[in-house]
């Protein structure tokens, strides 16, 4: 308030000090010192040459780089009730010091979770900082970057399990790519693919299903021959990505090959053998 004279500011700041070590002494000598601050006379507690000397050392504090040091050091100074253009000043350097510090660290510890693959709390450490500084620019490339790298494993995630026709976890990791990056186009390539992908098994299935059912209804009339080449056919489609997982069906038909080729192997022996003993 450019009504009330800085004597005036200084004597109220000390009477009200949060410490109250630095509070003045007695009633009477706060009350005098009011009066003097009123009339405009120097306040002895709170003359300029003072404080010189500790504010040489706050200086000389920061530029060593003890910023915290130096923040506590001058705080005691203003609860003391010292008023100072160079106390005004040192204080936005020293808070500008300690906002960049923990913009750093901020920054830092979002990278050490990126680089542990841990990109939730990177995100969060970055999201911190551009709450308060939305300009950032090293805080909005870092986070172009986790958002990059997260982007890129769950992108391999899911064709990982494309591979290996684990379709769900396919689309639960390609849902999660749309989310870091809804505009992505590769990832919306990357869901058709999954589509397709999808259609084609759906109708391989169907061909395995019919095939298996032919060769029952083959084995059932007696013709065990063309109910093996029906499975063998089978088991070519099963085993045509040896890197997929095996699904329940394909195990039963696996099975029911098997035990096909075990009897019709006995059927020939026998015949086999028959045949030489009409001979």
Do not use: C
């Not at 204080?91 to 300690?98: E, S």
């Amino acid at each position: 308030n450019p009504s009330i004279s800085v004597p005036l500011a200084q004597v109220v700041q000390k009477g009200m000090a949060k410490d109250k070590s630095y509070r003045f002494r007695t009633v009477g000598e706060f009350t005098d010192r009011l009066q003097r601050a009123l009339r405009n006379e120097p306040i002895p507690e709170l003359d300029r040459g003072t404080i010189e000397n500790r504010l040489r050392v706050v200086r000389d504090a920061f530029a060593k780089g003890q910023v915290t040091s130096a923040g506590k050091l001058l705080r005691g100074l203003e609860e003391e009730g010292y008023v100072d253009f160079s106390i005004t000043s040192q204080r936005q350097k020293i808070d500008q010091a300690l906002q960049q510090q923990w913009v750093n660290q901020q920054i830092e510890t979002a990278r050490v979770h990126r680089d542990a693959g841990q990109y939730a709390p990177a995100i969060e450490r970055i999201d911190d900082v551009l709450r308060y500084f939305p300009d950032h620019a090293e805080a909005k490339r870092e986070r172009e970057l986790i958002e990059a790298e997260h982007l890129s494993k769950v992108t391999e995630t899911a064709r990982f399990h494309m591979s290996r026709r684990r379709f769900d976890e396919a689309r639960k990791a390609i849902e999660e790519a749309r989310q870091i990056s809804p505009q992505d186009t590769a990832t919306t390539e990357l869901l058709g693919e999954l589509k397709r992908m999808e259609d084609a098994e759906r109708r391989l299935a169907e061909q395995k299903e019919a095939l298996f059912k032919e060769a029952q209804a083959a084995n059932r009339e007696g013709h065990a021959t063309a109910a093996l080449q029906k499975l063998e056919r089978l088991m070519e489609l099963v085993n045509a990505n040896p890197s997929a997982e095996k699904t329940g069906s394909d195990a039963l038909y696996a099975r029911y090959y098997e035990e096909t080729a075990v009897e019709l192997g006995r059927l020939r022996k026998a015949f086999d053998e028959a045949r030489e003993n009409l001979q």
